[in-house]
């Protein structure tokens, strides 16, 4: 199950940011566990220190990436970085069996970006040797 939501007070921004919106509902067993999900706060204060360290491990690999330019979250699960190549390295990213999402004019970014939702600790060996090939691949381009 996944859930979201983000509020900005510029409307235009989030277009950006999103680019058109799909409404997908959620089912009521979905909407149950995301109750009881944000409702169990040692759960909820545990489950977001992971995810921002994982965020921060993350944003620290892709700092170290020429031709790469992140642009750190602090407070999600996952990391933007522009960058002109972006299929080649979501290419890469795909041969390691890593999702990441390429952005682009349709997203009302440009040059492209990439949308890289953060490994967990266990999964941070993958995404190195991954995040090696690409840096690899930038720099003999």
Same mark, same amino acid.
């Given at each position: 199950?996944?859930?979201?939501?983000?509020?900005?007070?510029?409307?235009?921004?989030?277009?950006?940011?999103?680019?058109?919106?799909?409404?997908?509902?959620?089912?009521?067993?979905?909407?149950?566990?995301?109750?009881?999900?944000?409702?169990?706060?040692?759960?909820?204060?545990?489950?977001?220190a992971?995810?921002?360290?994982?965020?921060?491990?993350?944003?620290?690999?892709?700092?170290?990436?020429?031709?790469?330019? %992140?642009?750190?979250?602090?407070?999600?699960?996952?990391?933007?970085?522009?960058c002109?190549?972006?299929?080649?390295?979501?290419?890469?990213?795909?041969?390691?069996?890593?999702?990441v999402?390429?952005?682009?004019?349709?997203?009302?970014?440009? %040059?492209?970006?990439?949308?890289?939702?953060? %490994?967990?600790?266990?999964?941070?060996?993958?995404?190195?040797?991954?995040?090696?090939?690409?840096?690899?691949?930038?720099?003999?381009?």
């Amino acid at each position: 199950m996944r859930a979201g939501i983000a509020w900005c007070a510029d409307h235009e921004r989030l277009k950006r940011l999103f680019g058109q919106q799909e409404n997908w509902g959620l089912s009521g067993v979905d909407v149950h566990a995301a109750c009881a999900a944000v409702r169990d706060f040692h759960w909820s204060t545990h489950s977001r220190a992971w995810m921002h360290a994982d965020s921060a491990w993350l944003a620290q690999q892709l700092s170290g990436i020429a031709a790469v330019e %992140p642009r750190c979250n602090t407070n999600v699960h996952f990391q933007y970085a522009f960058c002109e190549r972006s299929d080649d390295v979501a290419g890469v990213f795909q041969r390691h069996g890593i999702g990441v999402r390429v952005l682009g004019t349709a997203h009302g970014v440009h %040059p492209d970006a990439l949308r890289i939702v953060a %490994p967990r600790v266990d999964e941070r060996e993958r995404f190195a040797v991954a995040i090696a090939e690409v840096a690899d691949q930038l720099a003999g381009a």
